[in-house]
């Protein structure tokens, strides 16, 4: 089965950019919606972006508050997945997980993994 590991996560200046990267093994992750989501420090976990699967037209989605500076992508050929940040703010400090999601359409909310685990997640810290 598909299997998710975050990294690129790291230190950034406010309004600089930073690339998230998800690879996957197991299986070939253009068959599967991918979602990227965050949790703050004693908050709950806030879905950031999300990418339907390649049989699915490959449609994204975005949180109100990230669209327009955020861009999930996937490279098949690699089995990765992205997440490019830009204009980061220091409320976006977080802890960034991906994860398989049900699907993912246009002006709807992103839906959340079957389960309730997360894996370890990449921390993104925002510097004021």
């Known amino acids: 089965q598909l299997r998710l590991v975050e990294s690129g996560g790291g230190l950034v200046q406010s309004g600089g950019s930073l690339r998230l990267l998800c690879f996957a093994s197991?299986?070939?992750?253009?068959?599967?919606?991918i979602g990227w989501f965050r949790q703050a420090p004693g908050k709950e976990h806030e879905g950031v972006a999300c990418i339907s699967a390649v049989g699915d037209d490959g449609v994204t989605n975005y949180a109100d508050s990230v669209r327009g500076r955020f861009t999930i992508s996937r490279d098949t050929t690699t089995n990765t997945a992205y997440l490019q940040m830009n204009s980061l703010k220091p409320e976006e400090t977080a802890v960034y997980y991906c994860?398989?999601?049900?699907?993912?359409?246009?002006?709807?909310?992103?839906?959340?993994?079957?389960?309730?685990?997360w894996g370890q997640g990449t921390q993104v810290t925002v510097s004021s």
């Open positions: 197991g299986s070939n992750l253009a068959y599967s919606a």
């Open positions: 994860a398989e999601i049900p699907g993912c359409r246009e002006r709807s909310s992103i839906p959340r993994p079957a389960g309730d685990y």
